[in-house]
């Protein structure tokens, strides 16, 4: 049973670009959450997306956005890349009626020079 | 606003002693509270968690958390550590309000040979 998968692992671009990051979570989990964590410190919650809309979203500017499909993968995308956006992103799935156990990925490494 | 506070930023502790990793944690309701770690490079596992049922969670690897009500305290503790246990660990709330859950910046855990 593959886990919480994550593309790509590294990511590298240049301030003002657009990115896109993807997940696919565990198999029978149909809730994806995306957080960000900067070196050093714990993750930060972006937005949780269930049954294709996003039912929760942290405290992000509306440069984050983000999409999940019908077999419940899921992408992140940040616009206009600001140097400050370089950290891991992690991709976390839960199911239904455990939305607080969450699985994570390995994260996707984003550095903006 | 929610917090959760892990009262040390890093802890050292030889092989073969114990291991306490202290969590504080605001929660207006009858918490549900989590730890989970983060090896060097690789994506965050959960270690254990706390849903009001038994206030003496145990978890994976040997580790074990005690609920505290009283003290609004989850601290963590293992008898015996271990090289492997070298890690990041987190101590996690589920907000009372909505989906979220609310990370603790982090405990680094060493071990001394």
């Known amino acids: 049973d593959a886990g919480v998968t994550q593309s790509p692992t590294h990511l590298i671009k240049t301030r003002g670009q657009q990115v896109t990051l993807r997940c696919s979570p565990k198999s029978g989990h149909d809730t994806v959450s995306w957080y960000q964590q900067a070196l050093g410190q714990g993750p930060q919650f972006i937005f949780q997306y269930y049954e294709e809309e996003e039912r929760q979203r942290g405290n992000f500017p509306d440069r984050f956005s983000g999409h999940q499909f019908p077999n419940y993968s899921s992408e992140l995308n940040v616009n206009a890349l600001l140097l400050g956006d370089s950290a891991l992103y992690l991709c976390?799935?839960?199911?239904?009626?455990?939305?607080?156990?969450?699985?994570f990925g390995p994260g996707t490494r984003l550095t903006v020079t | 606003a929610q917090s959760v506070t892990q009262l040390d930023s890093h802890v050292s502790v030889s092989e073969g002693t114990p291991v306490l990793l202290r969590c504080n944690y605001s929660s207006s309701y009858s918490p549900s509270l989590f730890w989970y770690v983060q090896h060097p490079n690789k994506g965050l596992q959960l270690l254990l968690k706390y849903t009001s049922a038994a206030t003496l969670v145990k978890g994976i690897n040997g580790f074990e958390a005690e609920f505290k009500k009283s003290e609004t305290s989850f601290h963590l503790t293992k008898p015996s550590a271990h090289m492997s246990d070298a890690a990041e660990y987190f101590c996690?709330?589920?907000?009372?309000?909505?989906?979220?859950?609310?990370w603790g910046a982090g405990t680094k855990l060493i071990i001394k040979p």
């Open positions: 996690v709330v589920r907000a009372d309000s909505n989906y979220q859950l609310i």
């Open positions: 976390a799935s839960s199911p239904r009626l455990a939305i607080y156990e969450q699985y």
